[in-house]
């Protein structure tokens, strides 16, 4: 069984840069990719960032793409969310999740069979 805490998060203000970690209690397979969501209040969860298996590749959503970097330390089961430059817009409650997601379907919420508890994101001055 894998459980997944997240921690890291917190009020930042915009501009500012956080880094999210995501930890397994269990041992997570190096052929799951490991993943960061995130949902806003009133809004559907949407993909952030995933870093599939042994390099397989890093994906990251447009609206994030060159502000948020992952990492992922396989020895450690632990995966990282780097934030930057950050907007009003990126408040949300930030979801790990880590499953049998490959290239084609990583940004899909379903194909992932294990989630943390979510931590909470807010930026605003």
């Known amino acids: 069984q894998v459980q997944l805490v997240e921690s890291g998060g917190g009020l930042v203000q915009p501009g500012g840069s956080l880094t999210l970690s995501c930890s397994s209690s269990?041992?997570?397979?190096?052929?799951?990719?490991m993943s960061w969501f995130r949902q806003a209040p009133g809004k559907e969860r949407e993909f952030v960032a995933t870093?599939?298996?042994?390099?397989?590749?890093?994906y990251y959503a447009d609206s994030v793409k060159g502000r948020f970097t992952i990492a992922r330390d396989n020895p450690k089961n632990t995966v990282y969310l780097q934030m930057n430059s950050l907007e009003p817009e990126d408040t949300a409650v930030y979801y790990c999740?880590?499953?049998?997601?490959?290239?084609?379907?990583?940004?899909?919420?379903?194909?992932?069979?294990?989630w943390g508890q979510g931590t909470q994101v807010t930026v605003s001055s």
């Open positions: 870093s599939l298996w042994n390099g397989g590749g890093i």
């Open positions: 269990g041992r997570t397979p190096n052929s799951f990719a």
């Open positions: 999740a880590t499953g049998r997601a490959s290239s084609t379907s990583y940004y899909i919420a379903r194909q992932y069979s294990y």
